[in-house]
């Protein structure tokens, strides 16, 4: 039993004190961009405080070489991508994979979404849109080393790939409609493959799925293993990739190092040589190193950043845009309180937005530097989808706006209707270590005070991450308790609803789940045939208009029943990164980048501009 009361007391009285990145914080391990922090803004200039740089394209003057130097908190476990189950793994394994498609960054200014190939040449949709046809790239070779020895990429490599997605990933289910043969999944969207020849592989449909490339280029989803997996190597251990980098050395114990592949069909691609990742897990040693130079960027914490700028003035600040990420409390549904719609309400009622942004983003002291933080609240989806984001406090929210504010009377009147008088003892599950980020826990502990004042109190139980938190509580929810996942972002806007609210998704969050939940909880209630109607049409809908108005009304609908319950705030974060690192901010990714295909290749060594 952790006392949080105390902890939100403390924290609400020294609020002005904290600088801390908040939620808007918490998936930055994982996002790994150089020179972005939180997301990218619109024009790459300085501000008027004097501090923030420009992004200067400076590949005329790259030249090949050098290490980048960076770290990692802990080591994935494997480098499976297929097989993963924690994204660490897929983090790490997307260095030596390509997928079939990737999206276009863009240079100096923000990319549009705008999709490319990967593995894949050339592309062709049936008339019927029920069909894709894809040409794989005839210079796209297998690592070097035995057992792949530079062979080309085949179809057949695909084939291998998919075959084994539907064996044996965790998001089978939401890929593929027959994984079970005796219970089809209609949401799923591939129905077969066929590779006609060498070079050719053709995927046929469910449905005419206008979301087809935010499958496929999904950096949670198909990323392309060579047949020689299968017996070959243990893609456990080592990987034979034809990515931008290959494996050269994996200890879990002490880190990852990467080589430039130079196979990689991105002729002179990528400058760097490598890139080092050795495990650093304390703050206080990284940030050392970072400002010995050990370190090139992706550290400094936003309370800090400020002070290690004027420290350190020949750091190149940047600014980021909002990020789409948007955190939110989750559910077990086993036997638990949590089934009835008033107790969701009720929570989401006793949480204080505008104090939580408040105790932790230290707005004022951003301003008197003459830099806006831009404050912003998350929905269920966040500010980074653009167009597609609805702020939760807009009238174009409708009735599900009273939600987000703060009214402890209200939340108190909803759990005496629903049986809780004086509230109930419940607890949060989370897990060992930090994969979530350093402020995963201190956001826990203000909610855990925030509920308290309704008389919801919460006790703590941490357990271990990769074998029990991931599959029994983030994706298993067959718990009594509530836990906060970062919404990590799966695909484009719909197969990011449809992931995390769709009853035919492996990662479903609301009560009527039977995919994931091994016993699930008898409430004689149904789908939720409204949302799933909704996502589904989404994914159908090729028109952009008629795109964002979906979104907007299945954030509407989320709103109401409270499913999950976002609580966080988004702001325009801060990164140092040392000048010695060429084309620092300058590739940017979009929402769903991969960094090690889509913008790393891109950064260079100046070591004309390295003092120390």
């Known amino acids: 039993m952790t006392e949080s009361k105390g902890y939100w007391d ?16 918490m998936a930055a391990g994982a996002a790994a961009l150089v020179g972005c922090g939180g997301g990218d803004d619109g024009d790459g200039g300085p501000t008027p405080g004097g501090l923030i740089g420009e992004r200067k394209d400076t590949t005329k003057d790259a030249k090949p070489g050098g290490i980048y130097q960076s ?54 949709l049936a008339g019927d849109a029920m069909s894709i046809t894809m040409k794989l790239r005839p210079n796209a070779k297998w690592d070097a080393r035995p057992p792949t020895n530079s062979r080309p990429l085949d179809s057949s490599d695909v084939k291998f790939s998919m075959d084994r997605m539907k064996a044996v990933s965790v998001y089978r289910n939401d890929w593929f409609r027959d994984v079970n043969p005796n219970q089809p999944n209609p949401s799923a969207p591939i129905v077969s493959v066929e590779t006609p020849d060498q070079r050719t592989v053709k995927l046929n449909l469910s449905f005419p799925l206008a979301a087809l490339f935010d499958y496929l280029a999904n950096t949670l989803g198909l990323f392309i293993m060579p047949k020689e997996s299968d017996g070959g190597f243990d893609p456990r251990e080592t990987a034979r990739g034809t990515g931008a980098w290959i494996v050269d050395k994996f200890e879990p114990a002490t880190g990852i190092e990467y080589k430039r592949n130079p196979n990689w069909y991105v002729k002179d691609r990528p400058f760097l040589d490598g890139w080092s990742q050795p495990i650093i897990q304390e703050y206080a040693t990284q940030l050392a190193q970072f400002r010995a130079g050990n370190i090139w960027s992706d550290v400094v914490r936003q309370e800090d950043i400020i002070t290690t700028k004027k420290e350190l003035p020949q750091l190149l600040m940047l600014q980021g845009e909002h ?37 932790f983003a230290d707005e004022a002291r951003f301003k008197a530097e003459g ?62 270590g930090t994969p979530y980020g350093v402020n995963y826990m201190r956001n826990v502990e203000v ?19 990769a074998n029990d938190y991931v599959p029994n509580y983030n994706y298993g929810q067959g718990f009594n308790g509530w836990s906060v996942f970062v919404n990590t972002t799966y695909g484009g806007v719909a197969n990011q609803l449809r992931t995390n609210w769709h009853s035919g998704s492996a990662q479903d969050r609301t009560p009527y789940a039977p995919l994931h939940i091994p016993n699930p909880p008898k409430q004689g209630g149904q789908k939720d045939t409204t949302l799933d109607g909704l996502i589904d049409r989404l994914l159908r809908e090729p028109d952009l208009k008629k795109q964002v108005g979906l979104a907007h009304d299945i954030q509407r609908h989320l709103g109401k029943t409270l499913y999950t319950i976002p609580f966080a705030y988004k702001t325009r974060g801060l990164s140092l ?36």
């Open 323 to 359: 990020g789409a990420v948007a955190p939110g409390v989750f559910f077990g549904w086993s036997n638990s309180p949590f089934l009835d719609e008033r107790v969701r309400r009720a929570m989401s009622l006793l949480i204080d937005r505008q104090e939580f942004a408040a105790a």
């Open 447 to 465: 909610l855990i005070g925030m509920f308290a004042e309704g008389g919801i109190k919460t006790d703590i139980k941490i357990v271990d991450y």
């Open 71 to 124: 770290y990692q908190t802990a080591s994935p476990p494997s480098l499976d991508y297929i097989g993963a189950t924690v994204n660490s793994v897929r983090g790490a394994a997307a260095f030596p994979y390509s997928r079939l498609f990737k999206w276009k960054p863009g240079i100096i200014e923000l990319p549009k979404g705008e999709i490319e190939g990967d593995l894949v040449e050339s592309w062709e």
């Open 577 to 612: 990164t040392w000048p010695w690192v060429g084309n620092a901010g300058v590739y940017r990714g979009w929402v769903i980048t991969s960094p090690p295909t889509d913008t790393l290749p891109y950064l260079w060594y100046d070591a004309s501009k390295r003092t120390s």
């Open 371 to 432: 830099i806006e933080l831009d404050i912003v609240y998350d929905n269920f989806l966040g500010k980074g989808w653009g167009d597609f984001y609805l702020d939760p406090y807009s009238k174009d929210m409708g009735e599900a706006a009273a939600y987000f504010k703060k009214d402890v009377a209200e939340a108190k009147k909803l759990l005496a209707a629903a049986g809780h008088p004086n509230g109930f003892q419940t607890s949060f599950y989370g897990p060992t």
């Open 10 to 25: 403390r924290l609400l009285s020294r609020r002005r004190a904290l600088a801390a990145a908040g939620m808007a914080g």
